[in-house]
């Protein structure tokens, strides 16, 4: 009988599909319903060093062509890292999926003074969001832009992180995301997250003459951007020993397959949430034992890579 258990940084996921971060935006609110829906691991919101009001409404847009993708541009509203910490704790404690805190900042240092306020909770990992698209008129360019900054990030974290993984989102709004996933391995991350949103990309509402989002423009996921996550993904498998989460646009069983194909070991399920539910998690998860089972493998993770040995 096929098994669906992932073991991804030393750590159990009871299947591949998790809950990336950003989809839920509150802790626990959504994130709790995707694990009832059966997601096999969560990553929570990124958290700032201070509480953020976000960006002006409206943050999230399903537009584009029914169905075929999203805009947000949330602006990483939230409680900051000191709330979020208390709110954390019993989460992570009661949930049986392992969890993932994802942090964001532009500066190594509050990296590092994030990393410090987590550990007594005990994260199963910390990503380290180097690719928020929405905040640069606020803060500049994000860390993950250039390959220099994105291991000082990477290296301070590992200092005081402990025996906890660190992983590195990274954007694909570059010229060379191998490049930036290669610097970071050598600076220590565990693991890599890949892709972020897509853009800034913009839609204008033609009845009201004006953009459609509070911001202006906003990072864009969905099913059209998977052929850009899938083409990351394999080129971070190829330049990386270090394993993947794989996420961009799955929306559906060959999705998942075709991800783990090009190099994803976990894989990240987002935006269709918005239009499907969080069952979603549930009907992946059937539908990828179904595909293993009858393509008689013993463990998904045997789909890992395996395009890069058919060239
Ligand atoms: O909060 C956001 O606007 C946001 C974040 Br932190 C991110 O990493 N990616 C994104 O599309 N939106």
Redesign the pocket.
């Known amino acids: 009988m096929a098994d669906l258990t992932t073991i991804f940084c030393g750590i159990s996921f009871p299947h591949p599909l998790i809950l990336p ?2 989809i839920a935006q509150t802790i626990p609110g959504e994130h709790e319903v995707a694990i009832r829906m059966g997601a096999g691991g969560i990553t929570t ?2 958290l700032t060093m201070k509480p953020r009001v ?2 002006p409404p409206p ?1 999230l847009i399903k537009v584009i062509h029914e169905g075929m993708g999203v805009m ?6 939230g409680p900051g890292i000191d709330e979020g910490a208390k709110l954390l704790s019993p989460f992570i404690q009661n949930s049986p999926v392992p969890v993932i805190v994802s942090i ?1 900042s532009t500066t190594v240092s509050d990296f590092a003074e994030m990393t410090k306020k987590l550990i007594p909770v005990h994260p199963h990992a910390i990503e380290l ?1 180097l ?5 640069d008129s606020e803060f500049g360019k994000p860390l993950g832009m250039g390959v220099q900054s994105s291991a000082a990030a990477v290296e301070a974290v590992k200092k005081i992180s402990g025996g906890v993984p660190v992983l590195a ?1 990274l954007t694909p709004n570059i010229p060379d995301i191998a490049g930036v996933a290669k610097a970071c391995e050598s600076a220590g991350a565990d693991g890599i997250v890949a892709i ?2 897509v853009g800034p990309g913009m839609c204008i509402d033609i009845e009201t003459k004006k953009p459609k989002l509070g911001a202006k423009m ?2 864009v ?1 969905g099913k059209i951007i998977k052929p850009i996550a899938v083409r990351c993904v394999w080129e971070i498998f190829e330049a990386v020993k270090i394993p993947i989460i794989g996420m961009g646009g799955v929306s559906s069983v060959e999705d998942v397959v075709e991800m783990m194909m090009a190099g994803a070991t976990l894989v990240g399920v987002g935006s269709i949430t918005y239009y499907k539910g969080m069952k979603v998690f549930g009907e992946l998860r059937d539908g990828l034992l179904k595909y293993v089972t009858e393509h008689h493998l013993k463990s998904p993770k045997e789909l890992v890579g395996v395009a890069h040995e058919n060239l």
């Open positions: 971060s950003g919101k990124s976000g960006n943050r947000n541009s949330v602006g990483l509203k964001f969001n690719s928020c698209p929405n905040v989102k972020n949103t906003g990072g996921s």
